[in-house]
């Protein structure tokens, strides 16, 4: 929710992965067992649930936004 907060307007649901502990990384194929939190990552996911897109990033400082709306703009 602080997140959420953070970046302001968005016209789009975050999910937080909080309880139960990694529940939705582990359906994902993202949760890292050994730090015992998510690997950071970028679901794009259409309007019938489907992941449309996925990717996985080493830190923040690798994510392009610019990438990933073009991958909406693809939808």
């Known amino acids: 929710v602080a997140?959420?907060?953070?970046?302001?307007?968005i016209p789009y649901p975050l999910?937080?992965?909080?309880?139960p502990k990694g529940?939705?990384?582990?359906?994902y194929?993202?949760?890292?067992e050994e730090r015992g939190t998510a690997?950071?990552?970028v679901f794009?996911?259409?309007?019938?649930?489907i992941v449309r897109w996925k990717q996985e990033f080493g830190n923040a400082a690798d994510i392009d936004p610019k990438a990933?709306?073009?991958?909406?703009?693809?939808?």
């Open 15 to 19: 999910l937080a992965d909080f309880e």
């Open 39 to 41: 690997n950071r990552s």
């Open 23 to 27: 529940a939705m990384s582990k359906l």
């Open 44 to 49: 794009i996911i259409d309007k019938e649930g």
């Open 29 to 32: 194929g993202v949760y890292n």
């Open 68 to 75: 990933i709306m073009a991958e909406i703009d693809k939808l």
């Open 3 to 9: 997140y959420a907060a953070s970046v302001g307007s």
